[in-house]
Every structure is written in C-alpha cells, then in structure tokens.
C-alpha cells in the first residue's frame, strides 16, 4: 500500500534527476521515466482495486501535518483513481508510444512530460482551490512546452496561441481562487458552499467556473484548441486531448458541489452547443488531426453536458453515462491521434494506406466505431442512458441537439472510414512502427473489454445476445480459410442457430424466424460461388443474420435495440465491400442512424415493459405514446425505404457485391417490416386518438407508386430491382398500417413472397453480372438463349412481383385489394392498382432488356450462371410454385397469426377464400390456366407447318438488315414517353431535398468555421467576448 | 445410292453466306429453303379457297406503280370488297407487289423483302418495266424482267396500269391460286441456286445472308 | 473595493487592451506582464487590511497576537506563488516567440494565421 | 443585279455572263477561281443558299461543266456557277466547306461521272449504285444499251413505235375531224 | 364426370364467345369502310383470315418463348374469359368464375399482355419492345380509371364479385350501374378506348410510326391465333363491361340471354368504334396524360359520390 502522494513526488523528483542520469546514458533516463510511469498506473491501479472491490474508504492525505482547510489536502477515491488509472495508463502508453521519439530528443521532453503527468495527478487529487490553480499551470506550462516537440513551424504558433488563450484563462481562474477566498474564506472545495456567496459572491464562483470552462474549449471560444489539435505531434497530442482534457473535466466536475444550478445548466447547455457546432463544423474538414480536434471538443462538451444532465440521477446511471462517455471518448481519441501519428498523413482520404496492415485497419474501426456509439463499445450505452434519462427529464432540446451532434459525428467519421476503405491508394505506405502499433492495438483491446465489462456485468446480457459480435470475432480467426469453407461453417451456423431459437413463443415469431433465417440460409447458398478468401464478409454475414434471428426474440427495448444496431452496423459494412459503395454505403448509415435516434428516442418515451416475453408479445398490453409511435415508425420506415427517406436505398442495394444485395433487399427490408408490424401490435389495442397509422397507409401506397416509376426509370439492373423492392415494400408498409386482419394478413403474405421472389431476381440478376461483368440492362440483350435457367427465374419471379394469376403474386393482389376496398381506403386502393399496373413497366423492361431482344457480340459465348447462384434461385422458385399451387399452405397460417390480434374476415373453404367483398380459388385458378395454356399450344402445334428456327438477325426491317446487335436492342431509356408525359412530376424532388440539405448543412458548416481565423488575438477576443455572453446569459 | 455422311448433308443444305463479314454470320440463319408439299387435295382446295378470298398485300411501294396502289383501298375502288387488306410486315403479308421498275438497289430489298414472306407467297408485277424494262430497257440501272430474279404469278401490264387493270389482276391471281396453280414458293426453292445467281450476277455488294429467312 | 484593487483591475484592463490590439508578440507579452501585475494588485489589495502589519512572525508580532496584528497571510503567499508562475509562462512565451521570430523572421502575430477552419 | 455583276467583274477579269431569264444568271468562271468567288458570293453578296449541283459531260470539249446554282433570297435570283473541268484528269476541289451539303452532290457527281473531289467527306461511298464495277454511267461515251442487253436479260420481242405515229394511228386516227379545243392563249 | 360435363360446357361456351367476338370485329372493319364511304370486307372476312394465316406453310420462329408468346396470349384470353360469368344462372355460360372475381379478371387480362410482351421481344425486332413500352405505358395509363371505376362499384354493391354485381342490376333498367353511378360508368368507358387500342388510343399498333408494333415478326399460326385470340378477348372485356355496369345478361331462356348478352356487347363496342372512326390519334405521352387526368379525375369523383354521399 503506496501513499499516493508518492507518485507525485516520485515524478517530480525523477522529472528532475533525468537531466542528471541521462548524462550517463539515454538508456538509464528512459528506464528510470518508464519506470516512474508504470509505478504511477501500478500504485492506482492498486488503490483502484482497493476502492473497488475490497471496499476500502476514501483516502485523504493531508500536507503539513494540519488538517483541512489549515492546510493542502489530498483526495483519493474510487472517481479519483478511476480518473487516475485511466489517465496514467493512457500517459504510460502515450510514452511508449513515444519511445522512438523519446529516445532521440533532447532529456527536458522528458522531464515535462513527467510534469505533465504530475500536475495531471495532483490536479485530480487536490481539494484546494488554489492547489488546483497551481498544478493547473504547472501542467499548462509543460503542455505549452510540449507542443514544441514536433518543433514544426505551426506547432510553434500553434504553443503560442495556446499560450495566449491558456493565460487568459489562469487569469480567470486566479482571480476567480482570490474572489472566492475573499468571500469565503477559505480555500478548500470541501468546506465551500454555494450559499456563501450572493450578489457579487456569485461573480468569483463565476470566474472560476469560467475559467475552467475555457480550459474545456467551448464552441466557439476555441480555435486556439484546434490548432494545437492539428499542429502538435500525435502523440503528444493525444495527451492533451485526452489525459489533460480528462484531467480539467474532472476539475469541472469537483467545482461543480459548489456551483449554482442556474450556472450548472448555463454550462451544460454550453456543452450541448459546443458538441453540436463542433460535429457540424467538422463535417466541412479534411484534416485528420483537425477533425479528431473537433471531435475531441464536441465529446468534452458532450461530457459537460451529460455531467450536468446527469447530475440527479442515480448513482449507477452516473458512472454509466459519464464514465461510458469517458471512456469512450480517452480510448478512442487516444487511439486515433496514435493512428494519425502511424499513418502520417494529413487528408482523411490519404488514411486509405491503412489498408496495407488489417490489424491497424480493424483498430480503426474499433476507435471509429467506439467514438460514434457504435455498439458494443462504452459509447453506445451511454448514449441509450442519456437519451432516456432527458426524455424523461423532458430536455428535448438538448435531446435534439445532441442526437443531431451525434448524426453529424456519424456523417463525417464514416465518411473517413468508408474513404479510407474505399478510397483508391495514391499516397505511399509507412513503414509500420511495432511500440506505436503495440500502444494502439492495447487501447483496442480496452476498448473491447470495456465493451464486454458493460455488457455482461452492467447489463447482464446472455450469450445469445453478444452472438453476432462473436460471430464476427470466431471468422475472424478463421479467415485464413478458402471462402468455400467458411460459406458452409456459415450456413450450418445459420441453420444451428435457428434450431436453436426455434421454439418461439408465438407464431409470428416463426413467420418472420422462417423470412430471416431460412431465407438467409437460402440466400448464403449463393455465397458459395465466391472464390479465394473472401476475408471478413462470413463474419459480417453471420453478424447480420444473427441479428435478424435476435430482433425477433428481443424481450426488451435494449435488446431490441442493441440487435438493430448490430443489423445495421453489419449490413453497412456488408454494403462497404463493394466495389463503388463508398457514398452508397455512407448514405445507408446515415440514414440508418438516423432512423435509430429516433427509434431510440421513441423506446425512451415508450413505457417500461412487464414481464421477461418477447416483445412481439408485450408491446400488446402496452400502450406506445403517439410521440413514441410516430417517432418509432419514421425509425423503422426508414430501414424499409419509404418514400422521402429511399434514397439510401438504391444506392445500397446497386452498389453492394452482388450476392449481398439479395439479403438487403430480400431480408434486411423485412428488419423494418417486422419494427413496424411490432409498433402495430401495440396499435391494435391502443389506437391513439390521432390516427398516425392512416397517414402512414398513405405514405406506404405513395412509396409503392413512386418506387414502380422510378424502377421504369432505369438502366442498372440492380437499381431497378431495389426500386422495386422500395415499392413492394411500400405495399407491405401500407397494409400494416390498416391495421385489420385482412391487412396484416396480406402483409405477412407479401413480406413472405418478396423475400421469396426479391432473392431469386437478386440472385439471377447477381449470376448474370459475374457473366457479363455489367449491371446496365441496355448492354445485355438475347440471354435467354445463353442463360435458360436464369431466364425462368426470372420469368417466374416477375410473374410472381406482378401480381398475374396463377402464381403467388395475385394471392398478394387480391389480399389486399379486398382489404384496402372493405378498409375503406378507397383512394389509396386506386393509388395502388396504379402502381401495379406501373410495376409491369418495369418488370417487361427488366426481363426484355437482359434476355430477350439482340444478343450482343461479346455474349455470344457466354455461359450459363454458376450452380451455386442457380441452386437458391430454384428453391425460392420451388417455395413460390408451391403456395402458388396450394394457396392455403401459407395463407392458413397466416389467417391464425392475424386472428390473434383481430376476429377473422376471411372464410377458407377447401381452397376457396372467401372475404365480405369477394372470393378466390387459387388452386381452380392454377387448374383452369394450366388448361387454357395447354389447349392453344396443342393448337399451334397441330396447325403450325413447318417451323424454321431463325436467327436474331432474321428480322424484318424495312427491308434492310440490322446493323448491328447495339443499334437493334431497344433498352435504353425504353420509357422515355412515359417520362415526357410526367413531365415536372418525373423531376427527382426527394433527391434534391436531400441533395440541398446536405449542401446547406455543409455550407453552413463552412460559414461558421471561418470564425477560427488563426489569428491568436481573435482567439482571445473570443474568450472574452464568451466569457461576457455566458455571464449576461448565467445573469449573475 | 452413295452413302452420304450426315454431317456432309447437312453441311450441303446449309448456306454459305459469303456476302457477310465473318463476325456477323452467327447473327443470320443460314437455312436453305425447301419445298414443302401442298396438302392433301381436298384440304388443300379448301385453303386456297380461304387464302384467295384473304389476300394480304405487303405495302411496300417499290416503284412508281405503288402511286396506283393507293386508290385501290379508298372508297372508289375499294379493294377490300375482296378481302384484300395491306399488311406492314413481309411476315403477315401473302401478296407482293412489285410496283413498276425495279432499279438494283431496290431489287436488292424485293429480294429480302420476298424472302422474309411467309409461303404460299404471290407476286404480282405490276407495269411494263417489270416485264421488259419498259421505257427504261436501256437503263444502266433498271432491270428488264423480274421474273428472272424472283417467280412471278401475275403480270398486269401498262405504263401504269389503272386501278381497274389491278383489279382484274388481282382476279386473276384469285383464279389462279383457287385452281392451285400459284406455287412460287416451291419454285424459288427448286431454283434456288438459278435465282440466286441471277440476283448475285446483277447486286455486287451482296452484305446480306445468301437466304433471308 | 480599495484604491489598489481599483488600480488592478484597471491595470488588467490596460493589459488586456494590450493583448487585444497590439499586433507586435513582444507587447503582447508585455500585455499579459500588466495584467499579470494587476492581478497580483487585486490579490494583494484582498488580503491588506488597513493599519496592520506584514504577517511576518518575529521580534514585534508575537504568535499571541498575530491574528490581530497582521495582515490576511494567504494573499500573500498566493501572490508570491502566482508571480512566480506568471514569471515562467512569460519567460516561457519569450522563448517562443524567440523560436518563432527565427523561423519566420516576423513578430507580427497576423502571420501566424497559417492554421485556421 | 448589275452592280452585283459589276462588282464581280472588278474582282476577276474576264467574266462571261449569260442572262437566261429576269431571275436567272450564269457565270462562267475558272477552276481556280472558284473557291473564291462562292465564298465572296456567299458572304458578302448574300447567295446564302446552293440549290445544288451538277455536272454536265461536254464531250466534244473534252470537258466536264460544273454548275453550282446559288440563290439570293432578297433580291430572288438564281446564279449559276459555271465552271469548265479537264475530262482527262477529272478533278475538282470539293467546296463542302462553304456549304456543308455540298458533300451529297459531290458525292454523287463522283460516282456518276467520275469526277474526283479530294478532300470530300464520304466521297468514295456508293450513292445509287452499289457495288458499280464499270465506267461511271453519265459519261457520254457510256453504252448503257449496250450495258442494259449485257446484263438484265432483255425479253425478246420487245418492239419500239414513234409514240407520236403510233397514238395518231392507234387511238386518235380520227383526229382531224374532232372539233378543236379551244386554248386560252390562242 | 363432373370435370367432364364442366369442360365441355367451358367448349361450348369459348366457341360462343370466339364466334361473336370475331363476327363483331367482321361487323366493325364494315362499319370502319361505310363511315369511310366504302364497302367494306363481307363480315365473314376475319374468319377467313384465321383459316388463311393458318394455312401458311411455312412459319419461322425466333425462339421458345417467341413459339409460346401467342400461346400465352390466347391462354390469357382463355383465361379472362373463363372467368367471367356470361349469362347469369347458366350452367354452361357460367363459366368457372367459382376460381374468383372481378379482381382475379382484371389481372387475369395481364396474363396474356405480358407473355405475348415476352414472345414478341424474343422476336429482336426493335418495334416490338417499342410497341410493348407504349402498350404497357397506356396499359398503366387506362388501368387507373378503370380501377377506380372497379372500386367504386364495389363499393356501391359492397362486393367484388362478379355474380352478386349483376344480380344487384336485376329488376329495372334503372338498376343498371349505367343508371345508378354514371360517373364510375364514363370513367370505365373512356378507358374501355385505350383497353381496345381503337383511335385516337391506337398508339400501341399504330402503322404509321411502327407497323403493328409488337406482333410484327408473328407469322402464320402464331398470327393466326392471335387473331383469334382478339375476337375472344374482345368478346371478354365486353362482356366483363356489360356486367359490371350495363346489367348483364339474365334471362330463364338461354337463346334470350344469348341474345341480350349480343345486343349489349356490340352497342358497348360500337361505343369504342364510332369514337375511334372518328378522332385522329394521340402521341403516346398526349395518350398517357389524358387518361392520368379526366378520367382519373371522374373516377376519384365515383369513389366520392359513391362512398361519402
């Protein structure tokens, strides 16, 4: 047991004796300042564990033999050394980090930088105001001496700004320390009270308070921050963004007992802004360095803020928030300043050399990930908490504010991320450096453990749960396998884990465990074709999957939550890998996110639920707030592309590899369907009095007519099978949101038939692009005699979309004809039938332009596709044919799954379907069309005489003859007319919206930035003038 | 009889096609023609009776005598008292009408066009030009007899011939084929190689199949 | 509120005035001096307590006493802290500017502008 | 139009006008002159439009005419270009810089009389006749009866009559005794 | 045995239909020639057509599907026509519309559009998709007041079926859905025009722009049932609109209701006629945006009036 006070004393003195040892060797000097760091993190990580578990009591050391507040004392509790340990080991690796550079440069870095740890400890440990102000310049003034360490031109400008504005500050904070003895006292926080100071009192509480502020770098009293940011070597700059800042914050947070409320929530609403501005002004940068600084501000302010907010909660929820943020925001800015020191490159874009070392890769996900809330990292928790605890302290703007900061943050982090895996490699590659990459890869490794620590121990999360994580970590072991290997492992890991949560708890369950996973089971089939190793796309596949298995059998909002998150994150980056999918993919997460903040926030409006049932069952007896209902449906019509928010969607599904847009499509739309369906089933019982459901219904037939004719519109082939998927799940949406047996049952149907014909056209069209090497329609032309098998896929799947009698897509039509028409939704049955007579425009266009028409010169020795995407592609034929045929085996279950929230409209006899407007017999249907198809071709058979097999050439044209099959296949823009007719209503007003509101929110971004002039003087007028504003806003 | 090899046949009833590049003839069929017998006699009386009572004409105008085409189909003349109607399409169409004189480059189309008919197929030639050239026998450009390129069932000479002229052509024609004696089907595929030479002798640039199905 | 914590506050100001609009990094340093100066007033005028005398203990203020005779003893001795640390940060500030002035051979602070947005 | 004549005959000597009607104007110009004159023409007299082009075959010459007919939309008067070619060496240039167009006719004069315009853009396609093996057709040493008997398989039989002596004689024997019609302009 | 009885009652009833079907298109190419101040083909003329077109000899293929298009055409035909009661009561006219109603006939219509669509593309000539891309577009066009018309009659009888829709017309004249909701009725009409493909809606064969647009490779046979094909189908829609809004036929003795069902069908076709013998035709995007605005519009208006007044 070491009296903390001796790693103050022992960095101080070491700090000095350096100069002296390092006159015998370098070797000797770098021993002895390791060795005093590591003593440091051991001694805390000792008092840390006693705190902790052994329950030992809050340690105070007092100096000079007095007590306080005669004299200096000292504080170490478990927050303390919490703060310490992590501060510590973040130095201590900083250092190792260092160690090439320590080696080389002169001894006095190394005495400041053992300053600069003392004066973090003691700043932390002090309870004496004026204590804090001197070990507060006694770190400023070894931070100000360390920029120097690049000893670049700009980190010298960069000290001295920092220097003007750090001495502003101290000036503060002295005189705030003097004013408070003047009123008080007393020097010691312990012994200061709120109540002492009124009027002018509150003034010298003010500057302290202020002056500490500053230090956090508030927007927008912080450019000189930024420069430092950027100009300072990485690693000495990740100390100051991180052990410094962490060190002051929790300055903050000792003053805070003795600060006002009015002042607390002035600051912490401060904090608010200074997160949203500097994630809105980062948007604009392309600095690496810069934009960690931003970052780093925003997550200061971000702590400010949640600090204060937090500040009644209960304890745990207080660790959890703060301390997830904390951490989050120390591991990853750490991680990433060391990255940014590793890489050695300036431009987000040139981060793309990463690629050259996957493990440094991957450590960039984690920080990237971890700093965005991503799960399972700290960040994501704390976000859940806080979003809950403001809703229900009803702070709902600085609810939206911070949801929006964090949008902002997700917008410019994954565009780095998906620039650096994405981008083309022009900048050289650095020569790896093993104590950089070993500091780094240790933050990485307390990332995970963190992320672990609260899952299990806080939350208490069962395996089933941290499955997909696990997945992504087994794959990765085993990636070194051919790709063959690791697609069947995948495939009976599906087929396990569906056995596994098989025993659901009600039929719905079943309905959507049989879409996700046996449709994902189908669908991996067709994954097998990939050759080589395909590395990290099983883990992430697997990831996915997972998750749609645990959506279903999430019992709580968390877990629900958590599961969505995961869907998310692992479909983004299954889209990242393909070839274009940089923006495509950046979009998709945007959007996504977006659409999680705000189910998120409509989960923390919803009540808390009974019971440990799946939610599919809860959500019955609960009644959802409107607030959270609209909230939880925009969430969710986001991930199935509704109109307004689809224009994720073609981008994603066009870009991603080609056997990976059959799940988005086929399945990962359905993760929405599903969300949807549960926010219903909670309507059901408890419609509220504003019928939001009916202008969702309005929305669903809207998207269905909108994606038909933009799916006409195009000339990519996957393009148009995602705007027709838009549009089918436009009808899926629509009738969930009527609400009635009839709807849901048709629904459910739907969904069931998209996965099933969505797969098999995604597949084909897949199969089709690794023969032809082009998804655009008009370059193809006349495969059916090359491609037979993808061609009746085709057929049937488009027979099947189109809703024509005999096959499964007319149950579909009939189902919800009949129950939009005895719902009442006149008009928007008439909308729909619109958009069904415009989804033949499409689905001709698709089928002619691939395989009919003129077989182009280059196709002429093609092959069929490959067995592995034929394969799936007949098992989804076979499921179609089947309910086609047989009608009652999918709609009896399904009229049992409806008829558990709704008495049962509909009738079955035998195979007849009766409903209260008409009827349907899909199996006389299938007879009496299998007859009338017969009896013609027996017809044309007998009649027809002798039948000459032409060839494509052999046409008749005008009496000339073709020129070539280019200039004969007539593909491209086959609609043209029907685009004239539209006229204005064929302009694409959504993508513009989003278009200019993305350019607005750069624009403006850009605007507001230029107040950081890099004139140092401008910096300190801004302090001033901040410090005036916040005092007439706090009206002290 | 020699023993033939099959693969030889088939090669023999295949067309060269030596007018196109090599790249190009994969995009043709490369079939000959052949004769295909009539039906039994009394089915076969009975479809002559349909098709003499539903001609359909191939309107494509290929000289001057298309202008006396025209006022067969409006109200003065009105050919379609006769079930004669004019189709787009060679395809559909039973009837070709060679409108006067035939120039090479548009003999090159008759040829296509009368190749792409589906048989039985008729041909009327219509005007002088068609049966000697006409007032253009001297032409360096004007063909003198079509029946030497194509089988012509009905002449219906005159420089032009009127609307009533075509009438009575076209019942002559009605005539011939009730009796079955229209069967330039056959004959072009019996003569084929003959046509053919003809057609190749006179249309230098040959770019298309030797047979345009 | 004295006469010396009048002239501080108004020395902070000069200071501050300084720091603001003089574009030469030398007085602008000069500027934190007198603000520095001024502050160290204001600290001082805190503590001072009319008719008293220096919290030294010796020969003519006995410990008996002492709470009497003298003057708030902690000022001062925060002052004394304070100066020595003002005196560092300003040495500290000079050697850049020296750093910078070789570098670039400019004291004007306009041209140190070369990191912004 | 005179002062139109007047100044072209400032810009080049010996010019030869012929005044076909009020409307109609030749000009006879050398080969070397040409570009020039349409150009000038075009410009600055304002003969916009080329109505078009052809050849004609002066075989008693040895010569080719060539003719662009221009036309002046203000003043509404045709002038005609002519211009006398070696039938030996046939060659002209190609004017289609002037008016686009021109490459269509040139085209055309190539394969009828075989006159060469190098520079001409698709010059060498066939327009009519494809596939023409044999001396361009127009020119006047041609046989095309002889050309027709060679190729087309005449019919035997095919008699020729005076058109006139035959109508007189075939359908309008009593054509003196039919009362006369009377003309407007008689 | 049952099955038997069924299927040759279905025979007996296709023969019917063909027959009147193709008699009506002989009727309409005779009026066609009178407004135009001929004579006109002899009404029996399309019969000879179908036995001419037959009769070819030779018929060239491009491929499976271009062999199958017609058959898909005519099943199509077949199909909607199956499915459609004829003449209310009858056994043998009753069809097989147990198999579903009005919804089943209306997409049943698009069965053959979309394999005929998929044969004529097989065919590789470029009018053909052109011909099917302004067929589709028009089809997607006239389907949205044809649908709003369907929707306001099911309202109206609160029924899809077919069946219950005519039973409900019985009793008067006045019963007629002509009578009783005319807007729903106009709407219908109007894009009974475009379904017909009569001017100014002629945009899909239109010979002048590209001959017969989608059939134009279709040879012998395969024409052969298409023409076929188009009397049955004429026949179909007809009797589908008479119906759904001219009261159907109903009447004990069958050769009446024959007669009644002959009647209403050719004043319905003559409708389509006399306004196609008389306007010129629209460019296909005039033809799209004119069915996407009046009749729309009076559809939504049946929908009102019927459902909210």
């Known amino acids: 047991m070491v009296s903390p006070i001796y790693i103050l004393i022992l960095s101080l003195a070491i700090g000095f004796l350096l100069s002296v040892i390092d006159k015998t060797n370098r070797k000797f000097s770098l021993t002895a300042f390791y060795g005093v760091l590591t003593f440091n993190v051991l001694v805390i990580a000792d008092w840390f564990y006693r705190f902790l578990f052994l329950g030992v009591p809050t340690l105070t050391i007092n100096t000079a033999g007095f007590r306080a507040p005669v004299s200096i004392n000292l504080q170490l509790g478990v927050q303390e050394s919490f703060v310490l340990l992590f501060t510590n080991l973040i130095g201590l690796f900083a250092a190792i980090f260092l160690y090439k550079k320590f080696k080389e440069s002169n001894i006095s870095s190394l005495t400041l930088y053992l300053i600069l740890i003392m004066g973090v400890n003691g700043l932390v440990m002090t309870r004496d105001l004026f204590n804090m102000y001197v070990f507060l310049e006694i770190l400023s003034i070894s931070t100000y001496s360390l920029t120097s360490f690049g000893k670049t031109g700009k980190s010298l400008s960069a000290g001295f700004k920092y220097m003007l504005a750090g001495v502003t500050a101290s000036t503060f904070f002295l005189l705030g320390v003097v004013f408070i003895y003047y009123f008080s006292g007393n020097l010691n926080i312990d012994f200061i009270q709120a109540s002492q100071f009124t009027n002018y009192g509150s003034i010298a509480l003010f500057l302290l308070s202020i002056a500490i502020f500053i230090e956090l770098k508030p927007f927008p009293a912080n450019g000189w921050a930024l420069d430092v940011y950027e100009a300072v070597d990485s690693g000495i700059v990740s100390v100051i963004a991180v052990v410094n800042s962490a060190a002051i914050l929790f300055l903050f947070y000792k003053i805070m007992p003795i600060l006002p409320e009015r002042f607390l929530n002035v600051f912490g609403i401060a904090g608010v802004i200074t997160f949203l501005f500097s994630n809105m002004l980062a948007l604009k940068q392309k600095k690496a360095k810069r934009l960690l600084g931003y970052s780093s501000i925003g997550q200061v302010g971000l702590l400010v803020a949640s600090l204060v907010f937090t500040a009644n909660a209960p304890q745990h929820l207080i660790y959890l928030i703060v301390g997830g943020f904390f951490i989050n925001h120390l591991i990853s800015k750490a991680g990433l300043f060391w990255l940014s020191g590793i890489v050695k490159h300036e431009n987000i874009s040139d981060w793309n050399v990463l690629r050259g070392n996957r493990s440094l890769l991957i450590l960039f996900g984690i920080f990237l990930f971890a700093l965005a809330g991503i799960p399972p990292f700290a960040g994501f928790w704390a976000k859940w908490e806080l979003v809950k605890l403001l809703v229900h302290s009803k702070m709902l703007f600085a609810l939206s504010a911070i949801l929006l900061g964090s949008l902002f943050e997700i917008i410019f982090l994954f565009r780095w991320f998906t620039l650096t895996v994405k981008s083309d490699i022009a900048a050289t590659i650095p020569r790896w450096d093993a104590s950089k990459i070993f500091s780094t890869s240790f933050l990485g490794v307390i990332a995970i453990f963190f992320a672990a620590m609260i899952m299990k121990v806080y939350y208490g999360f069962s395996l089933i749960h941290i499955l997909p994580v696990l997945a992504v970590l087994v794959i990765d072991i085993i990636d070194f396998l051919p790709s063959k290997v690791k697609g069947l492992l995948s495939l009976l890991a599906v087929l396990a884990y569906g056995y596994y949560i098989y025993p659901f708890e009600s039929n719905i369950q079943l309905f959507f465990g049989i879409i996700f996973i046996v449709g994902s089971a189908v669908n991996i089939i067709s994954t097998l074709n990939r050759t080589g190793k395909s590395e990290g796309f099983y883990g992430f596949l697997l990831m996915m999957i997972f998750s749609f298995g645990n959506l279903i059998i999430a019992t709580n909002y968390l877990e629900f939550f958590l599961t969505w998150e995961f869907m998310t994150i692992s479909s983004f980056l299954l889209i990242l890998r393909g070839k274009q999918a940089q923006k495509a993919s950046l979009m998709y997460m945007i959007f996504s996110t977006a659409g999680a903040y705000l189910m998120m926030v409509g989960f923390a409006f919803a009540p808390q639920l009974m019971g440990n049932s799946p939610l599919v069952i809860s959500l019955a007896n609960v009644q959802l707030p409107l607030i959270s209902i609209i909230l939880l449906s925009i969430g969710f019509m986001i991930k199935s592309g509704s109109l307004g928010v689809h224009i994720w969607l073609p981008e994603a599904h066009a870009e991603a590899e080609a056997d990976v847009s059959s799940f988005i499509s086929a399945i990962l739309l359905k993760a929405g369907v599903f969300g949807l369906l549960l926010v219903g089933i909670s309507y059901v019982k408890f419609a509220p009095s504003f019928d939001i459901f009916y202008w969702v219904g309005w929305i669903g037939v809207l998207t269905a007519i909108v994606g038909a004719f933009l799916a006409s519109f195009q000339e990519d082939a996957k393009r148009l099978l995602a705007y027709s998927s838009m549009s089918q799940v436009g009808y899926i949406v629509a009738a969930i949101a009527m609400v009635s047996h009839l709807g849901w049952v048709s629904a459910l149907y739907l969904a069931f038939n998209h996965m099933m014909f969505k797969s098999a056209l995604f597949i084909a069209v897949a199969g089709i692009y690794y023969r032809t090497h082009t998804r655009n329609m008009y370059e193809m032309g006349g495969l059916i005699k090359k491609m037979p098998l993808s061609y009746i896929t085709v057929l049937i799947s488009i027979i099947a979309v189109s809703g024509v009698p005999p096959l499964s897509g007319f149950g579909a039509k009939w189902l919800i004809y009949t129950a939009f028409i005895s719902n009442g939704w006149y008009l928007q049955a008439g909308v729909l039938f619109f958009a069904s007579a415009v989804s033949f425009l499409y689905l001709y266009r698709i089928i002619h332009s691939i395989f009919l028409g003129q077989l182009k010169y280059e196709h002429q020795d093609i092959k069929e596709a490959p067995v592995w995407f034929i394969i799936p592609q007949y098992i989804f034929l076979g499921g179609i044919m089947a309910i086609s045929a047989f009608p009652n085996l999918i709609i009896k279950p399904l009229n049992k799954i409806a008829m558990h929230y709704f008495g049962s409209s509909i009738r079955i006899d035998g195979y007849s379907i009766f409903s209260e407007l008409g009827h349907w017999d899909g199996h006389v249907v299938m007879l009496v069309t299998m007859g009338a198809f017969i009896v013609p071709l027996l017809i044309l058979l007998l009649l027809v005489g002798k039948t000459q097999k032409v060839k494509q050439f052999n046409i008749v044209y005008a009496a000339e003859r073709p020129e070539s099959p280019q200039t004969t296949h007539v593909a491209h823009n086959m609609y043209a007319h029907y685009r004239k007719a539209l006229g204005g209503w064929g302009k694409p007003r959504i993508w513009n919206f989003w278009h200019s509101a993305s350019e607005w929110t750069h624009s403006l971004a850009d605007y507001f930035r230029h107040i950081y002039t890099g004139n140092g003087q401008t910096y300190v007028l801004h302090i001033i003038l901040y410090v005036v504003v916040i005092y007439i806003v706090m009206g002290v | 009889m020699e023993k033939k090899d099959l693969n030889e046949i088939e090669k023999e009833m295949k067309l060269a096609n030596e007018g196109l590049p090599e790249k190009e003839r994969i995009l043709f069929s490369d079939a000959r023609p052949s004769r295909v017998e009539p039906l039994n006699k009394y089915l076969e009386q009975f479809v002559n009776w349909a098709r003499a009572r539903s001609l359909w004409l191939l309107a494509f105008g290929t000289g001057c005598g298309a202008t006396e085409l025209r006022p067969l189909m409006t109200s003065r003349f009105d050919v379609s008292r006769f079930g004669i109607a004019g189709r787009p399409t060679p395809r559909q169409a039973s009837v070709f009408i060679i409108g006067g004189y035939a120039s090479i480059k548009t003999i090159k189309r008759i040829v296509r066009s009368y190749e792409q008919m589906q048989g039985p197929k008729y041909v009327i030639a219509l005007g002088s030009c068609t049966i000697n050239g006409g007032m253009y026998y001297d032409s360096y450009n004007t063909i003198n007899r079509i029946d030497y390129y194509i089988p012509v069932d009905t002449y219906i000479a005159g420089c032009m011939p009127r609307p009533e002229a075509l009438i009575a052509g076209f019942n002559r024609l009605k005539e011939k084929i009730q009796k079955g004696e229209c069967d330039g089907m056959n004959k072009y595929a019996d003569n084929f190689d003959w046509y053919k030479k003809n057609q190749k002798q006179i249309i230098k640039d040959w770019n298309m199949p030797d047979y345009n199905w | 509120m004295n006469l010396v914590m009048t002239l501080g506050f108004l020395l902070v100001i000069i200071g501050l005035w300084a720091m603001l609009t003089q574009k030469n990094l030398i007085k602008i340093i000069i500027g934190f001096s007198i603000i520095d100066t001024g502050v160290h007033l204001i600290i001082v005028s805190i503590g001072y307590i009319k008719g008293r005398t220096a919290p030294i203990l010796d020969a003519s203020v006995s410990v008996a006493d002492a709470a009497n005779k003298i003057v708030d003893p902690i000022p001062s001795a925060l002052v004394l802290t304070a100066i020595v640390i003002g005196l560092a940060v300003t040495a500290l500030m000079l050697t850049f500017v020296i750093k910078l002035y070789q570098k670039n051979k400019s004291l004007s602070i306009d041209d140190y502008q070369e990191l912004k947005w | ?186 | 045995m049952d099955i038997i009885i069924r299927i040759l009652y279905a025979v007996i009833s296709i023969l019917v239909a063909t027959v009147w079907g193709l008699t009506l298109t002989g009727i309409v190419r005779k009026i066609y020639a009178r407004v135009h101040g001929r004579f006109g083909p002899p009404v029996w003329q399309p019969f000879l057509d179908i036995i001419q077109t037959h009769s070819r000899r030779v018929a060239i293929s491009h491929g499976y599907m271009f062999f199958l298009g017609p058959v898909f055409r005519f099943a199509g035909g077949l199909g909607t026509y199956l499915f459609i009661p004829v003449i209310l009561g009858s056994t043998v006219f009753g069809n097989f519309s147990m198999g579903g109603d009005v919804l089943l006939v209306m997409y049943f219509i698009f069965f053959g559009q979309l394999g005929m669509a998929l044969g004529a593309g097989e065919g590789g000539h470029p009018y053909s998709p052109m011909g099917i891309a302004r067929g589709l577009s028009q089809m997607s066009a006239f389907e949205v007041p044809f649908s709003l018309a369907i929707i306001s009659v099911a309202i109206q009888y609160h029924s899809l079926n077919i069946t219950t829709i005519v039973q409900a017309q019985q009793g008067s004249i006045l019963n007629w859905t002509l009578f009783t909701n005319p807007l729903a009725v106009i709407a219908a009409m109007i894009s009974l025009l475009g379904m017909n493909g009569h001017a100014p809606f002629s945009i899909v064969m239109a010979p002048q722009e590209i001959p017969i647009g989608p059939p134009i490779e279709m040879n012998g046979s395969f024409l052969g049932i298409l023409q076929t094909n188009r009397g049955l189908f004429a026949a179909a829609k007809l009797i589908l609109f008479m119906n759904l809004f001219f009261g159907g036929a109903a009447h004990p003795n069958i050769l009446v209701a024959l007669l009644i069902m002959m009647i209403k069908t050719f004043f319905i076709y003559m409708f389509s006629v006399f306004v196609g013998a008389s306007f010129p035709r629209f460019r296909p995007e005039q033809s799209f945006r004119f069915f996407l605005k009046w009749p729309t519009a009076i559809g939504i208006l049946a929908i009102l009036y019927i459902a909210y007044l």
Do not use: C
């Not at chain 4, 139009?1 to 009607?21: G, P, S």
């Open chain 4, 1 to 186: 139009m005179k002062n139109i004549l007047k100044r072209l005959n400032e810009k080049i000597d010996d010019l030869v006008v012929v005044k076909q009607r009020d409307d109609l104007y030749f000009i006879k110009v050398k080969r070397e002159h040409t570009d020039f004159i349409l150009r000038y023409l075009k410009l600055d007299e304002n003969f916009k439009h080329l109505d078009f082009m052809q050849a004609v075959d002066y075989i008693e010459n040895n010569q080719f005419q060539l003719t662009y007919m221009l036309y002046n939309y203000e003043i509404k008067i045709n002038l005609g270009i002519n211009v006398m070619i070696d039938r030996e060496k046939a060659e002209m240039d190609s004017m289609h810089r002037i008016w686009p167009h021109l490459w269509q006719y040139q085209r055309e004069i190539h394969e009828m009389y075989g006159i060469n315009f190098p520079g001409s853009p698709r010059v060498d396609e066939s327009f009519v006749l494809e596939g023409w093996e044999e001396m361009p057709p127009m020119r006047r040493d041609f046989d095309t009866l002889e050309y027709s008997k060679r190729t087309f398989y005449p019919r035997p039989g095919r008699s020729t009559n005076d058109p006139k002596e035959y109508m007189k004689e075939k359908l309008y024997h009593d054509f003196a005794k039919s009362p006369k019609i009377r003309r407007d302009d008689e």
